[in-house]
């Protein structure tokens, strides 16, 4: 069965603009989530999707934002670039979203903002 | 709120000698634990994760770790390190919907 994938794995970006990043789940899992990682703040919840819906969301602001559609895949949206978002994101799925289901990873992308 | 702490940043081990990486956990019910390892410009990958049960875990690559509810602790050890191993390992608590993270910690192996 195949991984989570995550599509680009790099991107550069200037201050200001918009940036769109995917995510494709394993298959028949329903949950995708969304991780931020930096080397000053680690890793941290961005949101999390299941069956279309967000349910759950981290402490980031509005510029961050995402979606999932039909067939699970989902993409997260960044507006108005600073800095500071400059990360690795990361994507992780997982079949239903229960306390106890384990999260899978994919390999990332490299966001650079400069 | 569920916490993590890893109080190692870096631990450095000889190819062939035993490791052990420590992870301490704030949660007020029975947790969901997991450790995953990272390499150098790469995801996540689970090597293990207690939910229940038997309180020590064996998991992939020859990692095992031990779930101690009275320290609260969930320590990740490997008897005999590979050059391989090198990279950062993360412990994990899991809530009803996200993971919760400690810091890492970076293992670098000599030769």
């Known amino acids: 069965k195949a991984g989570v994938t995550q599509t680009p794995r790099y991107l550069i970006k200037t201050r200001g603009q918009q940036v769109t990043l995917s995510c494709s789940p394993i298959s028949g899992h329903r949950s995708v989530s969304w991780y931020q990682q930096t080397p000053g703040q680690g890793l941290q919840f961005l949101f999390e999707?299941?069956?279309?819906?967000?349910?759950n969301k981290g402490n980031f602001p509005g510029r961050f934002s995402g979606r999932q559609f039909s067939n699970s895949r989902s993409e997260m949206n960044v507006s108005t670039l600073e800095l500071g978002d400059s990360a690795l994101y990361l994507c992780?799925?997982?079949?239903?979203?229960?306390?106890?289901?384990?999260?899978?990873f994919g390999p990332g992308t490299r966001l650079t903002v400069l | 709120a569920q916490s993590v702490t890893q109080p190692d940043i870096h631990i450095t081990v000889s190819e062939g000698a035993s490791l052990e990486l420590r992870c301490n956990y704030s949660?007020?019910?029975?947790?969901?634990l997991f450790w995953y390892v990272q390499s150098p410009g790469q995801g996540l990958q689970l090597l293990l994760k207690?939910?229940?049960?038997?309180?020590l875990v064996q998991g992939i690559k020859g990692f095992e770790a031990e779930f101690k509810r009275s320290q609260s602790s969930f320590n990740l050890r490997k008897p005999s390190v590979h050059w391989s191993d090198a990279a950062e390992y993360f412990c994990?608590?899991?809530?009803?919907?996200?993971?919760?993270f400690g810091a890492g910690t970076t293992v670098t192996v000599r030769a």
């Open positions: 207690y939910f229940s049960g038997d309180t």
């Open positions: 994990a608590v899991g809530d009803d919907y996200k993971l919760s």
């Open positions: 992780a799925s997982r079949i239903t979203g229960g306390q106890g289901d384990t999260q899978y």
């Open positions: 949660y007020g019910a029975t947790p969901y």
């Open positions: 999707y299941f069956s279309e819906t967000q349910r």
